[in-house]
């Protein structure tokens, strides 16, 4: 499933997956599968993006 | 092999692998001898290396049961394992390639493709002098320039994916972003 909250957070803060990538330490590739629902993160990645993004896990990762 | 050849090829690895070593710092961006990846990337790797050692294994089962049976190969015995290992390999990077894991967080690419490039143009230029000199047989079977006809077959097939796999990239990055 798609991680559209995460993309409309990134977006909102004008960055490029590439440019989150680099802040959190991953490669564009792997922010793009997140995105995409193709991958599950780690909960120390899901946190190094919500410090980025300046939003919680909640905001980011939690499914209503 | 001789004593002497023996010594002059383990002379080789060695020399081969500082030359590695050197190659990987100037190459990386930071300096480092090890490649980083990020946590998705090991895991799509760890994937990589499990299929590429079932196809080693496979290789050289298969290899043992075609000698056993009493089928002759073309090409000498060492050649015949060290070819298991260049499946091993062209396994291992195509596969990493196709997930995109290929390329670590500190490479640098376009230094990496010049000396992929580079490491091609050299194991051609050995192999068509094995070719035109007449020395790429040894005892009626292919020898040791084969080696190089290999390297060149694996380089040539990695580079060819890299090439279809960045432009299926950059058709599809427009609907990512």
């Known amino acids: 499933m798609k991680n559209l909250k995460l993309k409309s957070a990134r977006a909102a803060k004008d960055l490029s997956q590439d440019e ?8 564009r590739q792997t922010m793009s599968a997140i995105e995409k ?4 993160p780690t909960i120390n990645l899901c946190i190094s993006i919500c410090r980025a993004l300046d939003k919680t896990l909640d905001d980011l990762f939690w499914e209503e | 092999m001789d004593m002497g050849r023996s010594m002059g090829v383990a002379i080789g690895v060695m020399m081969g692998l500082v030359i590695c ?19 998705r990337q090991l895991l799509v790797r760890g994937k990589g290396y499990t ?6 294994i496979v290789y050289e089962a298969l290899m043992m049961i075609l000698t056993m049976s009493g089928i002759e190969f073309p090409v000498q015995d060492y050649i015949l394992h060290v070819a298991g290992i260049f499946v091993g390999c062209t396994v291992l990077g195509a596969f990493c390639i196709w997930n995109d894991v290929y390329w670590g967080l500190n490479n640098d690419r376009k230094k990496y493709i010049w000396v992929i490039m580079g490491a091609l143009a050299l194991n051609l230029m050995l192999a068509a002098g094995a070719i035109l000199n007449g020395s790429l047989m040894e005892d009626g079977k292919l020898g040791m320039p084969m080696l190089n006809i290999m390297v060149v077959i694996m380089l040539f097939i990695i580079m060819c994916e890299m090439l279809i796999k960045h432009v299926m990239d950059n058709n599809g990055k427009s609907e990512e972003e």
Do not use: M, P
């Not at chain 1, 629902?37 to 599950?40: I, K, P």
């Not at chain 2, 710092?25 to 090890?34: H, R, W």
């Not at chain 2, 299929?51 to 080693?56: D, H």
């Open chain 1, 37 to 40: 629902g193709d991958y599950n």
């Open chain 2, 21 to 39: 070593v050197c190659v990987f710092k100037a190459v990386n961006t930071n300096k480092k001898i090890k490649t980083e990846y990020d946590e």
């Open chain 1, 20 to 27: 989150l990538a680099k802040i959190c330490g991953v490669s």
């Open chain 2, 51 to 56: 299929i590429a050692f079932y196809t080693v």
